[in-house]
């Protein structure tokens, strides 16, 4: 659905909803209230495009670049499954355009934008294309591109309006600038031949196995000893010394501390691990996220934020001003795109849906993680670490377990990655309140067992399960 036509949007009227932000908390939230309330609903994007960080310039491209670099794999290890010789199934792997697969990467995201649009169409939501600011609690200014503004009323707010990458000034480290962020790493033309990724959070490390494993001499700089500090170390023990092997050079305890650009165009990452400059041709920022609040006007309306610029909410997604709510990315909290879907739609069923759903909000406990490595990380519930802290030593039981996966059975030595699996559970009655897996497939094993940890599955309902044969995950209904 193109944007309403100014004439017609100043003339809109009050509405019972407005978002700030097409993203993906923004566009559930605006659906489920419009679509399946009947509530009248506008919602303003300031990009061109709808679907937010995930679809633009976050999961969903991810993910496509991440299927790619696993083709490269799949063609390294094809000679061991008695598809042609290594010599030629390397130079096919070697042979990748990322221009062309940018190219149908980008017309992809460009149907999901339209099917985005007609979604919200179909919903009977008003698209206002623009960037929406507080004049007061009830009234927004919407600014178009070509600098004109008019206003819209609402009853209710929701501020939908995400993050953006962390990147430092040139002040705090010279010549930062020169490097891009996770938004520019969609927009690379052409595969460069050496990079350098900063960062150990999960896009960092995303980043850095999809350079590496399409075969960029990819350098991953990280602050202190491992990554996805976060996560259960089982994850990033067994994580980093593989992708060390595959490649990767990683370099711990190190911190940028000027960048340079060559006279041909190369940058010079300086560190102070060591005094000789890496030659890299893109250094990419993958030091965190924050919320995108600048120009929001919330001051105006008195709309707390923390320290870091996020908006604190309440369980009920409620900021300190009645009739204004925070969903997403931009209330600080498990920046993760389901997570901001379903806290949009649940405040839309308290707002919208009737008595039924007066107390609805959306549980943060027990959420479930991917992380896109290679191989891919899953994560559900409490680490060892956090366990033990938060119930004690004498508490806690693990069950841990390593192993190669079948995949690797006809492939040589090198290519058996590895598997390593943990269950965190909690005493006398081993309820499991913590599922921490890395291996071929985590990503989609995840999603069943997280049902399980939500449901508050002990030890004994796993051992109970028959397992499914030959796979990895039946070593987590099998752990001794
Ligand atoms: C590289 C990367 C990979 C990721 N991978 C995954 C993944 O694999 N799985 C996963 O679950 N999550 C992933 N995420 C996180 C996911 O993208 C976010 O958690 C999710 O998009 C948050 O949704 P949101 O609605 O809060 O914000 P967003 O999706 O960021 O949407 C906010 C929207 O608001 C608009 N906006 C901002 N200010 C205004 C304004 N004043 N007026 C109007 N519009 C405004 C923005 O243009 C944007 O479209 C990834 C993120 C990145 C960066």
């Given at each position: 659905m193109p944007p309403l036509p100014l004439k017609q949007a100043e003339e809109v009227g009050e509405y019972d909803l407005f978002v700030i932000g097409g993203g993906s908390g923004g566009l559930g939230a605006a659906r489920r209230a419009s679509g399946q309330y009947g509530a009248k609903v506008g919602l303003a994007e300031a990009s061109y495009r709808l679907g937010g960080t995930?679809?633009?310039?976050?999961?969903?491209?991810?993910?496509?670049?991440?299927?790619?670099?696993?083709?490269?794999?799949?063609?390294?290890?094809?000679?061991?499954?008695?598809?042609?010789?290594?010599?030629?199934?390397?130079?096919?792997?070697?042979?990748f355009d990322w221009h062309k697969l940018k190219e149908k990467r980008d017309?992809?995201?460009?149907?999901?934008?339209?099917?985005?649009?007609?979604?919200?169409?179909?919903?009977?939501?008003?698209?206002?294309?623009?960037?929406?600011?507080?004049?007061d609690k009830n009234t927004l200014n919407i600014k178009q591109h070509d600098g004109t503004s008019y206003q819209v009323k609402a009853k209710k707010i929701v501020v939908a309006v995400g993050g953006q990458p962390t990147v430092p000034t040139d002040e705090e480290i010279p010549g930062a600038s020169l490097g891009i962020n996770s938004d520019g790493f969609f927009d690379i033309e052409q595969q460069?031949?050496?990079?350098?990724?900063?960062?150990?959070g999960y896009i960092a490390v995303e980043l850095a196995g999809i350079f590496n494993g399409l075969g960029s001499e990819t350098h991953l700089l990280i602050r202190y000893d491992s990554v996805l500090r976060t996560f259960d170390p089982i994850l990033s023990d067994t994580l980093v010394p593989w992708a060390e092997k595959e490649g990767l050079n990683i370099h711990k305890q190190t911190n940028v501390k000027k960048v340079e650009k060559t006279a041909s165009g190369s940058l010079l990452v300086h560190l102070d691990s060591s005094d000789k400059p890496l030659e890299v041709d893109v250094l990419v920022w993958a030091?965190?996220?924050?919320?995108?609040?600048?120009?929001?006007?919330?001051?105006?309306?008195?709309v707390e934020v923390d320290k870091k610029g996020?908006?604190?909410?309440?369980?009920?997604?409620n900021t300190n001003v009645d009739g204004i709510y925070a969903i997403g990315d931009v209330q600080g909290k498990a920046l993760l795109t389901p997570v901001a879907i379903a806290a949009g739609r649940r405040l839309s069923n308290r707002l919208f849906g009737g008595p039924q759903y007066k107390d609805e909000y959306l549980s943060y406990e027990n959420i479930p993680s991917v992380v896109f490595s290679h191989?891919?990380?899953?994560?559900v519930g409490l680490s060892e670490p956090e366990a033990r802290k938060k119930y004690g030593d004498d508490k806690i039981k693990i069950y841990k377990t390593a192993f190669r996966a079948m995949q690797g059975a006809m492939l040589d030595e090198a290519h058996k990655a590895p598997t390593a699996y943990k269950l965190v559970t909690l005493l006398p009655n081993e309820q499991v309140i913590g599922l921490h897996i890395i291996g071929e497939g985590s990503d989609e094993i995840l999603q069943g067992f997280a049902v399980?940890?939500?449901?508050?599955?002990?030890?004994?309902?796993?051992?109970?399960t028959v397992a499914i044969h030959p796979t990895s995950a039946e070593e987590l209904v099998t752990m001794r």
């Open positions: 995930c679809v633009n310039v976050g999961c969903v491209p991810k993910k496509v670049m991440w299927y790619t670099s696993e083709v490269a794999s799949a063609l390294r290890k094809a000679a061991s499954y008695g598809f042609g010789d290594d010599a030629t199934n390397y130079k096919i792997a070697e042979s017309a992809y995201i460009h149907r999901l934008n339209g099917i985005y649009d007609r979604n919200l169409a179909n919903d009977k939501v008003d698209y206002h294309e623009g960037f929406a600011s507080f004049i460069p031949k050496r990079v350098a990724v900063v960062g150990a030091i965190g996220r924050n919320s995108n609040i600048a120009g929001v006007g919330l001051d105006k309306v008195g996020d908006i604190i909410v309440d369980k009920y997604q191989p891919t990380i899953g994560s399980a940890v939500k449901m508050g599955a002990t030890k004994k309902d796993f051992d109970d």
